[in-house]
Nanobody, 124 residues
Framework: VQLVESGGGWVQAGGSLRLSCAAS????????MGWFRQAPGKEREFVAA??????YYADSVKGRFTISRDNGKNTVYLQMNSLRPEDTAVYYC????????????????????WGQGTPVTVSS
């Protein structure tokens, strides 16, 4: 499975961006997609995930970010609104070929495939 992210860039605080992650290759019919991010000097952290019957967010983005998927296009999106300078990071999408259990969706080690990352910079 190959993942390609797009949509990152520079935006002023309060603005919006939409990230896309297109999956190609042998994708399962039911799979879990996640978004993680890594800010400069920090560890990578969970942002959002979507599986067959659930959507999950980090508390820091709840109410501002929306994850969605288009199964026909094998693409997952992350709509980011009301962006803040602390959202500045490289954003990665990740794929698990199956329906992860709820307790695992926030764990990056449970995702087998990763994109190359797309940078997001939010200026104040």
């Amino acid at each position: 499975v190959q993942l390609v992210e797009s949509g990152g860039g520079w935006v002023q605080a309060g603005g919006s961006l939409r990230l896309s992650c297109a999956a190609s290759g042998r994708t399962a019919s039911a799979y879990t997609m996640g978004w993680f991010r890594q800010a400069p000097g920090k560890e990578r952290e969970f942002v959002a995930a979507i599986r067959q019957n659930g959507i999950y967010y980090a508390d820091s983005v709840k109410g501002r970010f929306t994850i969605s998927r288009d199964n026909g296009k094998n693409t997952v999106y992350l709509q980011m609104n009301s962006l803040r300078p602390e959202d500045t990071a490289v954003y990665y999408c990740a794929h698990h070929p199956g329906n992860l259990i709820v307790s695992s969706v926030r764990t990056e080690a449970r995702y087998e495939y990763w994109g190359q990352g797309t940078p997001v910079t939010v200026s104040s």
